[in-house]
């Protein structure tokens, strides 16, 4: 597959790493031999970082460790003992629930952006992934621009061409960066009070977040994973029947590494009547629906203009059934019981139950409880890829989207406007749209590499008025990227005014509805300092 540029190691350096690592030479390695909140610390860094998990951990973990007591230990070569209790009591009587009680730290580098998405697609796993708010993928790895070189495409026709475009697309990013960045503090000038640090770090994020969309899919992106042996099992099981090659190749190197850590867990994965026939059924579902639904509709069918965000379906009832499930446990009665009770209720009863329920939330981090998972909305979203890829994170949802491509436009953003930055924006978009359509009949699963961030993805979520207090008092924080900050406040408004929640979105108290022309993360960047200054 796509070369990995592996980094070389001294002597010294390979002796430490080799305790705590996997393995030293490939993109795919689990952490072993470190405390959970060391793992945990490295993958949060990780995030902001431009280094590698390995590099990081030398420059700046290793000096606050006492790494005496491990000298005898080489974790590349993996377990040498036999896990005798789990083979017997997992893969033979086959109780999955022992599968839900190991768990792995595991980092997946130098993946692009359409794998990323692949990784993070189950529920019951957490993630962290390298932000492009914070690292500038002007920098190059091995001399070369970061972004994912399919073996397949390079080996075609079209390889030159694919390497001369994304080659073309970097250049104009990187050569943008020094100018919007300065563009930015004449935009924003330095407030007095603040730090030169904080100050940089604003003006970095925003200019960062205005390029981003220039980035194509192909963009290589470190992930950190955090799952149980179940949850990896199922996400291997997904993986190998992913049309993507990339997807496959990367499950066979988790693979092996998972098995050094956690090979009982893992043991189905490739068994030709467990795991191989479970990935052919996922493969096959999905092809033959794939091929029914084109047999259906018509190539070339007018699709429907749409707002970014439209509310496509709830129920009508669901405050009042919420209203129900806030009283159940307090009560003796049958739910339909309450709920005729709750029909026959004034508006002023109803909201001292709510008020009751919900309490005096002080913070967005104050959720209430699980009646409020009731009432349900299905939203149909159009926006740029970059916000999607912020909003996929959320886990407590049904999600599905559909193929990455030019079809829906791009959004320019105002500030890449403001800049005078527009003709050399709308190149990069012609250029991305044009390698699309290039490599989309010889390589249907791979064109989406080409398409840019700025670039509209269609898709849909089915989300609770819990989940979605949580999504949407996170995603309109005036730190976030105005994107999301969109569909945030566009999901809320039609929460209150299309489904007449009123009740749900009273609770929703954090909502922000501003309009943020400022610098988004200097609020969180003043209190990050503030944190680090106040630290023992």
Same mark, same amino acid.
């Given at each position: ?6 980094? %070389?190691?001294?002597d010294?350096?390979a002796?430490v790493?080799r305790?705590y690592?996997?393995?030293l ?14 793992k945990g610390?490295?993958f ?18 290793l000096g ?5 007591g491990d000298?005898? !230990?080489d ?12 083979h017997?009591i997992f ?6 629930s022992v ?6 730290h595991?980092?997946c ?6 794998l ?7 529920r019951l796993?957490s993630?962290l992934e390298q932000s492009?708010?914070?690292i500038?993928?002007?920098?190059r790895?091995?001399?070369?621009y ?5 073996p397949?495409?390079?080996n ?12 073309? !697309?970097?250049d104009?990013y ?10 930015v ?10 730090s030169?640090?904080v100050?940089?770090?604003?003006v970095k994020?925003?200019a960062?977040d205005a390029?981003r969309?220039l980035l194509?899919?192909?963009?290589l992106?470190n992930v ?7 949850a ?24 092996? %590494?998972?098995?050094k850590? !956690?090979?009982s ?9 467990r795991g191989?026939v ?8 999905? %092809?033959?629906?794939?091929?029914v639904v ?8 007018p699709?429907?203009p749409?707002?970014?965000?439209k509310l ?14 806030m ?5 003796n009665l ?5 709920q ?7 508006t002023?009863?109803?909201?001292a ?5 919900v309490g005096?939330r ?7 409880g699980?009646?409020l998972?009731?009432?349900f909305?299905r939203?149909d ?20 989207w ?6 829906h436009?791009?959004t320019r953003?105002?500030?890449i406007e ?12 012609e250029?991305?749209?044009l390698?699309y ?5 010889d390589?249907p ?7 840019s ?6 898709f849909?979520?089915n989300i609770?008025?819990r989940s ?6 996170l995603?309109?924080?005036p730190?976030?990227?105005?994107s999301?900050?969109?569909?945030g ?6 929460i ?5 929640h009123?009740?749900?979105? %009273?609770?929703m ?16 960047e003043?209190r990050?300092?503030?944190?680090r200054q106040?630290s023992?």
């Amino acid at each position: 597959m796509s070369a990995y540029i592996a980094e %070389e190691w001294t002597d010294e350096e390979a002796d430490v790493l080799r305790r705590y690592f996997t393995n030293l030479d490939q993109p795919v390695f689990a952490l072993v031999n470190l405390p959970e909140v060391v793992k945990g610390a490295l993958f949060a860094r990780y995030s902001r970082s431009a280094k590698s998990l390995r590099r990081l951990f030398l420059d700046e973990f290793l000096g606050d460790l006492d790494i005496e007591g491990d000298q005898s !230990i080489d974790a590349t070569i993996g377990l040498k003992h036999a896990e005798t209790l789990y083979h017997r009591i997992f893969f033979e009587y086959g109780d999955d629930s022992v599968a839900q009680l190991g768990g792995v730290h595991l980092a997946c580098e130098q993946a692009s952006n359409l794998l990323t998405k692949v990784l993070e697609w189950g529920r019951l796993m957490s993630y962290l992934e390298q932000s492009t708010r914070y690292i500038s993928y002007g920098s190059r790895l091995g001399g070369r621009y970061r972004y994912y070189r399919d073996p397949e495409i390079l080996n075609s026709t079209y390889g030159t061409r694919y390497v001369g475009d994304m080659d073309r !697309i970097f250049d104009i990013y990187s050569d943008l960066i020094s100018p919007m960045q300065e563009f930015v503090r004449e935009s924003f000038p330095k407030h007095p009070d603040d730090s030169d640090f904080v100050y940089r770090q604003a003006v970095k994020a925003k200019a960062f977040d205005a390029l981003r969309g220039l980035l194509p899919a192909s963009s290589l992106s470190n992930v950190g994973i955090y799952g149980t042996g179940q949850a990896y099992e199922a996400l291997l099981l997904r993986m190998r029947a992913h049309p993507l090659p990339e997807s496959r190749f990367y499950a066979d190197l988790m693979l092996t %590494e998972l098995r050094k850590v !956690i090979p009982s867990f893992l043991e189905r994965v490739d068994l030709e009547d467990r795991g191989v026939v479970w990935s052919e059924y996922i493969e096959n579902t999905r %092809e033959d629906t794939k091929d029914v639904v084109h047999s259906l509709l018509q190539e070339g069918t007018p699709i429907d203009p749409s707002p970014v965000v439209k509310l496509v379906d709830f129920d009508p009832d669901g405050e009042s059934k919420m209203l129900a499930s806030m009283m159940y446990q307090h009560s003796n009665l049958p739910e339909e019981q309450l709920q005729r009770r709750v029909a026959g209720m004034n508006t002023e009863d109803k909201l001292a139950i709510v008020r009751a329920y919900v309490g005096d939330r002080t913070n967005r981090r104050h959720k209430p409880g699980r009646a409020l998972e009731r009432p349900f909305y299905r939203f149909d979203v159009l926006v740029d890829y970059g916000a999607f890829r912020d909003l996929q994170r959320h886990r407590m949802l049904t999600m599905e989207w559909q193929p990455l491509s030019p079809t829906h436009g791009y959004t320019r953003p105002p500030l890449i406007e403001a800049a005078g930055m527009t003709a050399a924006f709308d190149e990069v978009m012609e250029r991305s749209a044009l390698l699309y359509d290039l490599l989309l009949d010889d390589f249907p699963d791979q064109a989406s590499y080409a398409v840019s961030l700025a670039y509209k993805i269609r898709f849909n979520m089915n989300i609770n008025a819990r989940s979605a207090m949580h999504l949407i008092e996170l995603r309109t924080t005036p730190q976030g990227h105005p994107s999301y900050r969109e569909v945030g406040q566009e999901m809320y408004r039609l929460i209150k005014e299309e489904a007449g929640h009123h009740l749900v979105s %009273e609770m929703m108290k954090f909502v922000d509805l501003t309009d943020e022309t400022d610098l988004e993360r200097l609020a969180s960047e003043r209190r990050a300092e503030e944190k680090r200054q106040t630290s023992p």
